[in-house]
Each structure stands twice: as C-alpha cells, then as structure tokens.
Antibody
Framework: EVQLVESGGGLVKPGGSLRLSCAASGFTFSNAWMSWVRQAPGKGLEWVGRIKSKTDGGTTDYAAPVKGRFTISRDDSKNTLYLQMNSLKTEDTAVYYC?????????????WGQGTMVTVSS | DIQMTQSPSSVSASVGDRVTITCRASQGISSWLAWYQQKPGKAPKLLIYAASSLQSGVPSRFSGSGSGTDFTLTISSLQPEDFATYYCQQANSFPFFGGGTKVEIK
C-alpha cells in the first residue's frame, strides 16, 4: 500500500525549533519529488516547499514565508523526508502534510499523509 | 510567482444541484491545473489533474475544464458526500493553491 506517515509535531515556543518526519512506503521513494504543505487552523492549503529526487539534482525550493528558516531534506536509505523548522513564529501554527506524485497525474499530488499538528505558542 | 484566485469563496447548494467553481491563474499555465477536495480533519484528495482528467476512483459527476488562465470545476449533481472545501492548484512551476471554495448545505 502506498503510504506517507508524518510524525514529530507538537507544541513549541516562538523562536524554537522542531523537526518533522515523513515515512514513505509502497513506492520508489528515491525517484519521488517530495513536498510539504501546511494548513493553519481554519485556513486554506499553503505549499511550504519541496525537494527533488537526487537524479533530478536533489535541490530544494521554498515558499517565501519559510525561506531561510525551514530546511527540507531526505534520506533515501530510510525512505524518509524531513522538515527542519527553525526560528518558529506563531503564524507557523498549522497541520503539516507531506505529499507527492506517484501516479501519472501530471504533477498533481495524488498521495498525502494524514498530517501532523505544529503549535507555536508561548 | 503565479497567484491562483478561486471564486466564490463559499457556495450554498442543495442535493442534486449543479455547482460550478472557478479558478483563475495570474498568468497562463496551459493545462497544469489540479483540483482537490478536502473534508474537515482529513487530508486533501485529488479529484482532477491536467485541468480535465478525472483521477481514478472519482465519480463522473465531477468534471474540470479550461486552459491558460481560466478553469472550472463542475459537480453535475451534488451529493451529500460532496459537501466539502475545494482547492485548485497550479501544477506547473511552484505548486501554489487557490484560497478554497467551501460548498455548504443550503
């Protein structure tokens, strides 16, 4: 079964750090471009950033609100995606989803994790 | 960056109604457009990709159209399980989402 499972969410103080993980199974993780998408309480979906497969350069792209504070990485030997979040702000409070394209869906995200909640509060 | 604008932000409809949601890109994206459905507390679910291709397992009452900058998601006959929030997303360069359209019970 194709699956993504996030973990690592929790409560953190403003200015703090947190690392999220996303464990993948059921598909060739090393070939996949992986993204993080977040959703603040009562708000819409916001793309956070992505990491390309190593064969496509392994480079990362980030949305403006998180650039310079968040870092996406991957460990293909463990089929795991990471999101290192530093200098956290209250506006980073959200459910964080990892997502990817597995089928022939023209870059549309067909596989999503269940999400992990991050709360930034003093 | 390409901005995605959805309208309306919410719509009230009854079971059996035809519902249309529009999405406009700030610049042309050809057919690189996806639609998602999200229910409270759940992850988004892909409905339509490449502007008009129905994802496997999605009921045929859902359809998508458009290209360039203007796109439409249509639900031909609204069912009880369709009350949810719908998002468009450009699937070309950076995968930015529209603001969402909440379909509510009238």
């Amino acid at each position: 079964e194709v699956q993504l499972v996030e973990s690592g969410g929790g409560l953190v103080k403003p200015g703090g750090s947190l690392r999220l993980s996303c464990a993948a199974s059921g598909f060739t993780f090393s070939n996949a471009w992986m993204s993080w998408v977040r959703q603040a309480p009562g708000k819409g979906l916001e793309w956070v950033g992505r990491i390309k497969s190593k064969t496509d350069g392994g480079t990362t792209d980030y949305a403006a609100p998180v650039k310079g504070r968040f870092t996406i990485s991957r460990d293909d030997s463990k089929n795991t995606l990471y999101l290192q979040m530093n200098s956290l702000k209250t506006e980073d409070t959200a459910v964080y989803y990892c997502t990817t394209v597995v089928g022939a869906t023209e870059n549309a995200f067909d596989i999503w994790g269940q999400g992990t909640m991050v709360t930034v509060s003093s | 960056d390409i901005q995605m604008t959805q309208s309306p932000s919410s719509v009230s409809a009854s079971v059996g109604d035809r519902v249309t949601i529009t999405c406009r890109a700030s610049q042309g994206i050809s057919s690189w457009l996806a639609w998602y459905q999200q229910k409270p507390g759940k992850a988004p679910k892909l409905l339509i990709y490449a502007a008009s291709s129905l994802q496997s397992g999605v009921p045929s009452r859902f359809s998508g159209s458009g290209s360039g900058t203007d796109f439409t998601l249509t639900i031909s006959s609204l069912q009880p399980e369709d009350f949810a929030t719908y998002y468009c997303q450009q699937a070309n360069s950076f995968p930015f989402f529209g603001g969402g359209t909440k379909v509510e019970i009238k």
